[in-house]
């Protein structure tokens, strides 16, 4: 699978914003989905997950509430929706996939094996 993250960009506190990751492969609609973040001088934290089916979705405790995840295994896209967008969330967003990702691991970045170049996101106050 290659994966390509998009959407990124400049918007002030509270705006909204939508990253969209387009993937290529004949394995995407079989892999679970992950999107992370990475501010400058931090670790790669989770941010949501999405299950093949779309059925299950999973979010990190800071964003639960104004993050969205989708996808549409016809288009091979996996989309977030941000909204109530904050200053910390200000960080380089990274779409990956994996097919072997469980429940269990699906907010592990180690688990994943495939990553998009990852897209820019800057809230300012």
């Known amino acids: 699978v290659q994966l390509q993250a998009s959407g990124g960009g400049l918007v002030q506190a509270g705006g909204s914003l939508r990253l969209s990751c387009a993937a290529s492969?004949?394995?995407?609609?079989?892999?679970?989905m992950g999107w992370f973040r990475q501010a400058p001088g931090k670790e790669r934290n989770f941010v949501s997950a999405i299950s093949s089916n779309g059925l299950r979705t999973d979010y990190a405790d800071s964003v639960k509430g104004r993050f969205t995840v989708s996808r549409d295994n016809v288009k091979n896209m996996v989309y977030l929706q941000m909204n109530s967008l904050k200053p910390e969330d200000t960080a380089v967003y990274y779409c990956?996939?994996?097919?072997?990702?469980?429940?269990?691991?699906?907010?592990?970045?180690?688990?994943?094996?495939?990553w998009g170049q990852g897209t820019l996101v800057t809230v300012s106050s």
């Open positions: 990956a996939a994996d097919t072997l990702v469980t429940i269990a691991t699906m907010r592990s970045s180690s688990k994943y094996n495939y």
């Open positions: 492969g004949r394995t995407f609609s079989s892999s679970r």
